[in-house]
Protein backbone atom coordinates (compact mmCIF):
# COMPACT_ATOMS: atom_id res chain seq x y z
CA UNK A 1 0.00 0.00 0.00
CA UNK A 2 3.11 2.23 0.36
CA UNK A 3 3.44 2.80 -3.90
CA UNK A 4 -0.81 3.62 -3.53
CA UNK A 5 -0.13 6.19 -0.50
CA UNK A 6 3.30 7.41 -2.46
CA UNK A 7 1.18 7.58 -5.39
CA UNK A 8 -2.26 9.61 -4.21
CA UNK A 9 -0.09 11.98 -2.71
CA UNK A 10 1.91 13.27 -5.37
CA UNK A 11 -1.51 13.12 -7.43
CA UNK A 12 -2.98 15.12 -4.59
CA UNK A 13 0.15 17.94 -4.21
CA UNK A 14 -0.09 18.17 -8.25
CA UNK A 15 1.85 21.20 -9.36
CA UNK A 16 3.37 21.95 -5.35
CA UNK A 17 4.77 18.80 -4.60
CA UNK A 18 8.14 19.50 -3.68
CA UNK A 19 9.36 15.99 -4.33
CA UNK A 20 12.19 16.02 -7.65
CA UNK A 21 10.43 12.57 -8.68
CA UNK A 22 9.21 9.02 -7.76
CA UNK A 23 8.78 5.51 -7.77
CA UNK A 24 6.25 2.91 -7.33
CA UNK A 25 6.63 -0.64 -7.72
CA UNK A 26 3.55 -3.32 -7.74
CA UNK A 27 1.28 0.23 -7.40
CA UNK A 28 -2.20 -0.99 -6.18
CA UNK A 29 -4.15 1.91 -8.03
CA UNK A 30 -7.36 0.73 -7.96
CA UNK A 31 -7.83 -0.30 -4.53
CA UNK A 32 -11.00 -2.22 -5.25
CA UNK A 33 -9.36 -4.23 -7.71
CA UNK A 34 -7.05 -5.24 -5.45
CA UNK A 35 -9.48 -6.45 -3.02
CA UNK A 36 -11.14 -8.74 -5.06
CA UNK A 37 -7.94 -9.91 -6.32
CA UNK A 38 -6.24 -10.82 -3.27
CA UNK A 39 -9.60 -11.97 -1.79
CA UNK A 40 -10.33 -14.73 -4.07
CA UNK A 41 -10.66 -17.95 -3.16
CA UNK A 42 -7.98 -19.45 -4.81
CA UNK A 43 -5.03 -22.28 -3.86
CA UNK A 44 -2.49 -19.11 -3.71
CA UNK A 45 -4.89 -16.64 -1.79
CA UNK A 46 -5.97 -19.03 0.57
CA UNK A 47 -3.00 -20.60 1.48
CA UNK A 48 -0.18 -18.25 0.66
CA UNK A 49 -0.98 -14.30 0.18
CA UNK A 50 -4.01 -14.12 2.79
CA UNK A 51 -2.69 -15.86 5.62
CA UNK A 52 0.56 -14.10 4.97
CA UNK A 53 -1.23 -10.65 5.16
CA UNK A 54 -2.98 -11.48 8.02
CA UNK A 55 -0.31 -12.81 10.18
CA UNK A 56 1.60 -9.81 9.31
CA UNK A 57 -1.68 -7.50 10.46
CA UNK A 58 -2.77 -9.45 13.70
CA UNK A 59 0.92 -9.44 14.94
CA UNK A 60 0.57 -5.20 14.20
CA UNK A 61 -2.78 -5.34 16.38
CA UNK A 62 -1.55 -7.62 18.92
CA UNK A 63 1.73 -5.22 19.50
CA UNK A 64 -0.59 -2.38 19.59
CA UNK A 65 -3.21 -3.27 22.37
CA UNK A 66 -2.01 -1.51 24.93
CA UNK A 67 -2.80 1.58 23.11
CA UNK A 68 -6.42 3.04 23.76
CA UNK A 69 -8.78 3.12 20.43
CA UNK A 70 -10.97 6.25 20.36
CA UNK A 71 -14.31 4.89 21.54
CA UNK A 72 -16.36 7.32 18.30
CA UNK A 73 -14.96 4.53 15.92
CA UNK A 74 -16.41 1.44 18.09
CA UNK A 75 -14.34 -0.73 16.84
CA UNK A 76 -15.54 -4.58 17.01
CA UNK A 77 -12.05 -5.87 18.66
CA UNK A 78 -13.90 -9.67 18.70
CA UNK A 79 -14.34 -9.18 14.94
CA UNK A 80 -10.86 -8.08 14.18
CA UNK A 81 -9.45 -10.77 16.53
CA UNK A 82 -11.34 -13.26 14.54
CA UNK A 83 -10.84 -12.00 11.52
CA UNK A 84 -9.44 -14.29 8.42
CA UNK A 85 -9.81 -11.81 5.40
CA UNK A 86 -8.37 -8.95 4.45
CA UNK A 87 -11.39 -7.28 3.63
CA UNK A 88 -12.77 -8.18 6.91
CA UNK A 89 -9.93 -6.12 8.66
CA UNK A 90 -10.11 -3.34 6.24
CA UNK A 91 -14.15 -2.60 6.84
CA UNK A 92 -13.90 -3.23 10.63
CA UNK A 93 -10.64 -1.05 10.95
CA UNK A 94 -9.69 1.14 7.97
CA UNK A 95 -13.43 1.91 7.04
CA UNK A 96 -13.88 3.31 10.90
CA UNK A 97 -10.78 5.11 11.70
CA UNK A 98 -10.92 6.53 8.46
CA UNK A 99 -14.46 8.03 8.59
CA UNK A 100 -15.91 6.43 5.71
CA UNK A 101 -19.75 4.75 5.46
CA UNK A 102 -18.67 1.60 3.97
CA UNK A 103 -15.97 -0.63 2.44
CA UNK A 104 -16.89 0.61 -0.79
CA UNK A 105 -16.49 4.33 -0.14
CA UNK A 106 -12.63 3.49 1.20
CA UNK A 107 -11.99 2.17 -1.70
CA UNK A 108 -13.04 4.67 -3.89
CA UNK A 109 -11.34 7.28 -1.79
CA UNK A 110 -7.94 5.73 -0.83
CA UNK A 111 -7.24 4.21 -4.29
CA UNK A 112 -4.92 6.61 -6.08
CA UNK A 113 -6.32 6.07 -9.13
CA UNK A 114 -8.50 9.42 -9.73
CA UNK A 115 -4.93 11.08 -9.07
CA UNK A 116 -2.68 9.82 -11.37
CA UNK A 117 -3.54 12.38 -14.09
CA UNK A 118 -2.70 15.14 -11.68
CA UNK A 119 0.91 13.72 -11.60
CA UNK A 120 3.20 16.68 -12.64
CA UNK A 121 6.79 15.67 -11.22
CA UNK A 122 8.52 12.47 -13.09
CA UNK A 123 7.26 9.59 -12.26
CA UNK A 124 7.81 6.00 -12.86
CA UNK A 125 5.57 3.22 -12.21
CA UNK A 126 7.08 -0.50 -12.72
CA UNK A 127 4.04 -3.09 -12.53
CA UNK A 128 4.07 -6.99 -13.81
CA UNK A 129 1.20 -8.51 -15.62
CA UNK A 130 1.19 -11.60 -13.83
CA UNK A 131 0.89 -9.55 -10.70
CA UNK A 132 -2.05 -11.19 -8.49
CA UNK A 133 -2.31 -8.57 -6.14
CA UNK A 134 -1.91 -5.56 -8.28
CA UNK A 135 -3.29 -7.34 -11.35
CA UNK A 136 -3.32 -5.22 -14.62
CA UNK A 137 -7.02 -4.63 -14.86
CA UNK A 138 -6.57 -2.26 -12.05
CA UNK A 139 -3.80 -0.33 -13.96
CA UNK A 140 -5.16 3.23 -15.56
CA UNK A 141 -2.52 2.23 -18.60
CA UNK A 142 -4.69 5.35 -20.46
CA UNK A 143 -3.85 7.35 -17.78
CA UNK A 144 -0.11 6.80 -18.12
CA UNK A 145 -0.33 7.41 -22.27
CA UNK A 146 -1.66 11.34 -22.23
CA UNK A 147 0.57 12.52 -18.91
CA UNK A 148 4.22 13.79 -20.24
CA UNK A 149 5.14 13.36 -16.20
CA UNK A 150 4.80 9.52 -15.61
CA UNK A 151 5.84 6.71 -17.32
CA UNK A 152 4.61 3.21 -16.81
CA UNK A 153 7.08 0.07 -17.04
CA UNK A 154 4.25 -3.23 -17.49
CA UNK A 155 6.71 -5.92 -17.89
CA UNK A 156 5.09 -9.22 -19.03
CA UNK A 157 6.52 -11.31 -15.20
CA UNK A 158 7.57 -10.50 -11.76
CA UNK A 159 4.44 -11.20 -9.49
CA UNK A 160 4.41 -9.30 -6.90
CA UNK A 161 7.40 -7.54 -5.63
CA UNK A 162 9.22 -10.50 -7.39
CA UNK A 163 11.25 -8.88 -10.43
CA UNK A 164 14.02 -11.67 -10.50
CA UNK A 165 16.67 -12.81 -13.10
CA UNK A 166 19.98 -15.06 -13.32
CA UNK A 167 21.29 -17.27 -11.27
CA UNK A 168 21.81 -16.88 -8.34
CA UNK A 169 18.52 -14.92 -8.70
CA UNK A 170 18.46 -10.90 -7.64
CA UNK A 171 15.57 -8.16 -8.32
CA UNK A 172 16.13 -6.27 -11.49
CA UNK A 173 14.51 -3.02 -11.01
CA UNK A 174 16.83 -1.86 -8.82
CA UNK A 175 19.11 -0.53 -11.08
CA UNK A 176 16.44 1.18 -13.70
CA UNK A 177 15.45 3.16 -10.33
CA UNK A 178 18.65 4.30 -9.89
CA UNK A 179 19.23 5.38 -13.29
CA UNK A 180 15.93 6.96 -13.14
CA UNK A 181 16.52 8.84 -10.14
CA UNK A 182 19.91 9.80 -11.40
CA UNK A 183 18.50 11.43 -14.22
CA UNK A 184 16.32 13.45 -13.17
CA UNK A 185 18.37 14.36 -10.26
CA UNK A 186 21.85 15.14 -12.19
CA UNK A 187 20.14 16.67 -15.11
Known amino acids: MGAN ?25 DIKVSSDAINQSNLLN ?26 TWALDMTRINGAKRLWELEEELMVKISGYKNLAEYYERS ?3 AYVDDI ?3 FLAINSLDDRITPPQGIPVAKFMVNPSIALALVPHGGHLG ?3 GFPPRIW ?5 EQFVEAIIIR
Request: charge should be positive; hydrophobic fraction near 45%.
Open 5 to 29: VLTKYIGEEGASCTLSCAVAVCCPF
Open 46 to 71: NYVFQPAVMRTLMRAIKRAEHLTADP
Open 111 to 113: GCV
Open 120 to 122: SIP
Open 163 to 165: FLT
Open 173 to 177: FIKPI
